[in-house]
């Protein structure tokens, strides 16, 4: 099974920057930290969610690459790269697929 985002999703996606203060617990790490976030779309379907965390140890960055599918898109890469399809659904779990599903996925043999 193989899943990716559809254009639903990337239409819904919205270029932004901001800055939070984690005092604990928080996703990056357990410490308090600072997180930089800048999200971007770019051609062809492409969005960038990149992550910058500073904490008292360290700073790092994190990039988060995306791209989304139609599924005649998903359906026309994945058989030029010699993979039958043999089901699409909205979501893993199985779901019925619909242009509204915010991905798609797919059962795949090579």
Not at 68 to 87: A, P
């Amino acid at each position: 099974m193989f899943d990716a985002f559809s254009l639903n999703e990337f239409n819904a996606f919205q270029e932004k920057q901001i800055w939070e203060v984690q005092e604990r617990n928080g996703f990056w790490r357990e410490d308090g930290y600072v997180e930089l976030k800048r999200c971007c779309k770019y051609p062809q379907h492409v969005t960038l969610e990149q992550y910058i965390i500073i904490s008292k140890a360290e700073a790092s960055s994190y990039y988060l690459w995306n791209t989304f599918y139609d599924k005649e898109t998903l359906l026309k890469e994945v058989k030029e790269c010699g993979f039958n399809t043999y089901g699409i659904y909205g979501d893993v779990s199985g779901a019925t697929w619909n242009i509204k599903s915010p991905t798609i996925a797919v059962i795949l043999e090579k």
